[in-house]
């Protein structure tokens, strides 16, 4: 695990409806300041969501698998600084 993502939030979207998880997910996104990050824990891997972010913030995150399953996932999913 690394230094950011012992300090990161961790959002646990477990326990919410499958359907409500990537609004969620991109409110948190959204919100992240530059050179932030939080670590999001599933049940699944969320790559899909990684492709998602990907084309409504291009190049603008980082996503750095922490724990790959198979029963827990988590992601640390952070927002780079200003581009140079």
Same mark, same amino acid.
């Given at each position: 695990?690394?230094?950011? @993502?012992?300090? @990161? ?6 326990s !919410? ?13 959204? @919100? !992240? ?6 670590? !999001?824990?599933?049940?699944?891997d *969320?790559?899909? !969501? ?7 913030? *291009? ?24 581009? @140079?």
């Amino acid at each position: 695990m690394s230094d950011t @993502a012992q300090s @990161a939030d961790v959002v646990d979207v477990r326990s !919410l409806v499958p359907a409500d998880r990537h609004a969620k997910i991109f409110q948190l996104v959204d @919100a !992240l300041k530059p050179g932030t990050s939080f670590v !999001l824990v599933n049940d699944h891997d *969320p790559k899909p !969501l990684y492709y998602q972010l990907e084309a409504e913030y *291009p190049g603008q995150f980082s996503w750095d698998y922490v724990e790959q399953g198979p029963q827990v996932w988590r992601v640390e999913i952070g927002k780079h600084t200003e581009a @140079a």
